[in-house]
């Protein structure tokens, strides 16, 4: 009679574990890394009768899957069946992350000598869960670059396309749209003639460069670069691989500054 009952109760609870639906309202969200998630994450959960009927005060667990970051770990249904979780930081690199949230049976039992029995039973069940999509892209800048090559203004620009190498290596996304910009860098670099000596020339480059955290206005990163030479077999040929090498030195200084105070 103990093994029926054992069994009837098994059966009831898979049963109503197998009604159970969990289900995003949303689904691939956009997000940043290293910072928080502007909309919540929000799953319904619900009961499949002759209808679909919402459960209130249900458990939910939310937890990454894959990909990582700071979550409201623990939440439980309104009375629309609606639980709703804030991540306030993704600090994972990953492209695509994926977050699952299930019912959390372990809040349902009473945590006592019998309770431990129905654990472990609960335990070989398939918990009701769901997935969200979370595309992560890189802090997004914006760069303006003047590059003036023996007063002559580059028309195929050194610098800015070493930079924003670097720079997506590292994650980081690029806009036209200052206004849509996370972080907006200006660079100004301007070559001299330097001497001549025995059919060789030398150029010298002198760069600025300055980036602004736009959300704050804040200067995050400003630096100079001044007497970068370059050698030719003519002045302007010169001053090329002067704006070629300031583009090596700058592309090491910058990314890691910037990734430090920006948080990417």
Same mark, same amino acid.
């Given at each position: 009679?103990?093994i029926?009952?054992?069994?009837?109760?098994?059966?009831?609870?898979?049963?109503?574990?197998?009604?159970? &639906?969990?289900?995003?309202?949303?689904?691939?969200?956009?997000?940043?890394?290293?910072? #928080?998630?502007?909309? +919540?994450i929000?799953?319904?959960?619900?009961?499949?009768?002759?209808?679909?009927?919402?459960?209130?005060?249900? +458990?939910?667990?939310?937890?990454?899957?894959?990909?990582?970051?700071?979550?409201?770990?623990? =939440?439980?249904?309104?009375?629309?069946?609606?639980?709703? #979780? *804030?991540? @306030? *930081?993704?600090?994972?690199?990953? *492209?695509?992350?994926?977050?699952?949230?299930?019912?959390?049976?372990?809040?349902?039992?009473n945590?006592?000598?019998?309770?431990?029995?129905?654990?472990?039973?609960? *335990?070989?069940?398939?918990? +009701? @869960?769901?997935?969200?999509?979370?595309?992560?892209?890189?802090?997004?800048?914006?760069?303006?670059?003047? &590059?003036?090559?023996?007063?002559?203004?580059?028309?195929?620009l050194?610098?800015?396309?070493?930079?924003?190498?670097?720079?997506?290596?590292?994650?980081?996304?690029?806009?036209?749209?200052?206004?849509?910009?996370?972080?907006?860098?200006?660079?100004?670099?301007?070559?001299?003639?330097?001497?001549?000596?025995?059919? =060789?020339?030398?150029?010298?480059?002198?760069? @600025?460069? @300055? /980036?602004?955290e =736009?959300s704050?206005?804040?200067?995050?990163?400003?630096?100079?670069?001044?007497?970068?030479?370059?050698?030719?077999?003519n002045?302007?040929? /010169?001053?090329?691989?002067?704006?070629?090498?300031? /583009?090596?030195?700058? #592309?090491?200084?910058?990314? +890691?500054?910037?990734?430090?105070t920006?948080?990417?």
């Open positions: 009679q103990s029926y009952l054992n069994n009837e109760i098994y059966i009831s609870i898979q049963n109503i574990l197998s009604n159970i &639906e969990l289900k995003p309202l949303k689904n691939n969200i956009k997000a940043k890394r290293n910072q #928080s998630v502007k909309q +919540p929000k799953i319904t959960a619900f009961y499949l009768d002759t209808e679909q009927v919402p459960i209130p005060n249900l +458990p939910i667990l939310f937890g990454f899957k894959r990909g990582e970051g700071d979550l409201i770990k623990n =939440m439980k249904t309104n009375m629309n069946g609606i639980a709703s #979780s *804030k991540i @306030s *930081k993704i600090t994972s690199s990953e *492209k695509m992350q994926i977050l699952n949230a299930e019912l959390d049976i372990s809040k349902l039992i945590q006592d000598s019998t309770s431990f029995v129905y654990q472990n039973i609960l *335990k070989t069940f398939p918990m +009701p @869960s769901t997935k969200i999509i979370i595309n992560v892209i890189g802090l997004l800048i914006h760069i303006e670059s003047e &590059e003036i090559n023996l007063g002559k203004e580059l028309s195929v050194h610098i800015e396309p070493k930079i924003k190498e670097s720079f997506a290596e590292k994650g980081f996304s690029f806009t036209d749209d200052m206004a849509g910009a996370d972080i907006y860098i200006t660079i100004k670099a301007r070559s001299r003639e330097g001497s001549e000596m025995f059919g =060789m020339y030398s150029t010298f480059v002198d760069v @600025s460069v @300055s /980036a602004l =736009m704050s206005g804040e200067e995050i990163y400003k630096n100079v670069f001044n007497n970068v030479t370059g050698q030719g077999l002045a302007e040929k /010169a001053g090329l691989k002067a704006f070629e090498n300031a /583009a090596g030195k700058i #592309s090491e200084n910058i990314v +890691p500054k910037i990734i430090q920006a948080g990417q």
